[in-house]
C-alpha cells in the first residue's frame, strides 16, 4: 500500500484499468506525450502507445464527440477536457447526445465513457479555469456526476466510473491534488457511485460537502470540537445521484443541516438537497436548513480570488449561527 496524492490516484487508476482492458482508450489537449497540464496521464503514453493514449486538437466538441463514437462502437474512453471551464463547447455533445444515447436508441447502445476534468478555484488561475459547474452536469438525465475528495476516493470512484455502463462526468478538485496525500491500496478496488461517506460521526449537526470543501470543513471542525459542537461531515462523493437515505438519517438524528460547495449559490445543489431535506426531514430541524455556497459572480482573478473561496472561518461561523438558533 502505497502513500500517493490525489493525482497520482488518479494516474494509478487509469493505468491500472488500460492495463486491465484493452478497450479502455485516454486522451485529450496534452494528455499523451506531457501526460497532461498537471500530469495526471503521466506514463501512459509511453506504457501502452500512441493508439490508447494520445494527445488531440484544442478542439473539446471533436474531443467530446469521438469519446461517443467511440463508445458506442466497443471501446471505453475517458477523454480528458483540460479545465472545466473549457467544456462548454463540447456541451452540446454531452447533453443533446451522451445522456441520451440509452434512451435514444431504447438500450440498444450505450455511452460507457468518462470525462475527466479539473475544476474549481484555489489555485489562481485564468479566466475559465476556476468554475464549479456540476449543477450544468447534475441537472442533465442520463449522466453520472462524480467529485471525489480523497487520494483513497479518487482511484475507486475512477475505476468504477470506467467500468460503468453509462457515462459518468468526473470531476477532480485540482485545488487539492498535491494538497496531501494517503494509503491507497496498490490493486484494483471500486467505491461505489451514488454512496456518501460520513467522514465524522457528530450529534449536533450534519454537514454535507464534497471536492476540495471537505478538508475546509474539517480545518473548520478542530476549532468547533474546541468549543464543544459535534459536527457530523457527510462527504457526498456524488453529485448525481444522491444518496438521500444516508443524509436524511443523519438529519434526522442531528436536527441541523447545512451544505457546503464552491460552486454559485443560485439554482445550485445546495438548494436540491435542502428541498430534500424538508420533505423528508422537516419534522426533525431545529434549525432552517441552510447553504455555505460561492457568490453568484465570475470567480475572481488573482488578486480576489480569496474573497470567494470558502475558508474554515466563515465554515465555522454559519455552523454556531444554526447551534445557536
Known amino acids: 500500500m502505497a502513500t500517493i496524492s490525489l493525482i497520482q490516484a488518479v494516474n494509478q487508476a487509469l493505468e491500472q484499468q488500460m492495463e486491465k482492458d484493452p478497450t479502455v482508450v485516454v486522451f485529450g489537449e496534452d494528455v499523451g506525450f506531457e501526460g497532461g497540464v498537471f500530469r495526471a496521464t503521466a506514463g501512459l503514453q509511453k506504457k501502452f502507445g500512441e493508439m490508447r493514449c494520445f494527445d488531440t486538437p484544442i478542439a473539446e466538441a471533436g474531443i467530446i464527440g469521438a469519446a461517443l463514437g467511440m463508445a458506442i462502437n466497443g471501446l471505453k ?48 488561475a485564468l479566466e475559465h479555469h476556476s468554475e464549479s459547474q456540476e449543477t450544468l452536469f447534475a441537472h442533465i ?104 437515505e444516508t443524509i436524511v438519517e443523519s438529519v434526522k438524528k442531528t436536527g441541523r443541516f447545512l451544505v457546503v460547495h ?23 430541524l431545529e434549525a432552517p436548513p441552510t447553504r455555505l455556497t460561492g457568490f453568484d459572480i465570475i470567480v475572481p482573478l488573482d488578486k480576489g480570488e480569496h474573497h470567494y473561496i470558502i475558508d474554515p472561518k466563515r465554515i465555522a461561523y454559519e455552523v454556531k449561527k444554526l447551534i445557536q438558533y
Do not use: C
Open 141 to 244: 438525465p442520463g449522466l453520472k456526476v462524480v467529485i471525489p475528495s480523497t487520494p483513497y476516493d479518487a482511484k475507486g470512484l475512477l475505476t468504477a466510473a470506467i467500468q460503468d455502463p453509462d457515462p459518468v462526468i468526473f470531476m477532480e478538485p485540482k485545488r487539492i491534488y498535491r494538497a496531501f496525500k494517503q494509503e491507497v491500496p496498490d490493486e484494483e478496488y471500486i467505491v461505489p457511485i451514488g454512496k456518501a461517506k460520513i467522514v465524522n460521526n457528530g450529534t449536533d449537526i450534519t454537514v454535507v460537502a464534497w471536492g476540495a470543501m471537505v478538508r475546509e470543513v474539517q480545518k473548520a471542525m478542530k476549532t468547533l470540537e474546541g468549543e464543544g459542537i459535534s459536527v457530523e461531515l457527510i462527504d457526498l462523493r456524488t453529485i448525481s445521484p444522491i444518496d438521500q
Open 262 to 284: 464552491e460552486a454559485v449559490r443560485a439554482f445550485g445543489p445546495g438548494a436540491e438537497l435542502i428541498a430534500m431535506i424538508n420533505k423528508h426531514a422537516f419534522l426533525s
Open 77 to 124: 474512453p475517458v477523454a480528458e477536457i483540460q479545465f472545466s471551464g473549457f467544456m462548454l463547447p463540447g456541451y452540446n455533445q454531452i447533453v443533446a447526445h451522451i445522456a441520451r444515447m440509452r434512451n435514444r436508441s431504447r438500450g440498444r447502445y450505450t455511452a460507457p465513457l468518462v470525462i475527466r476534468m479539473p475544476y474549481g478555484g484555489g489555485i489562481r
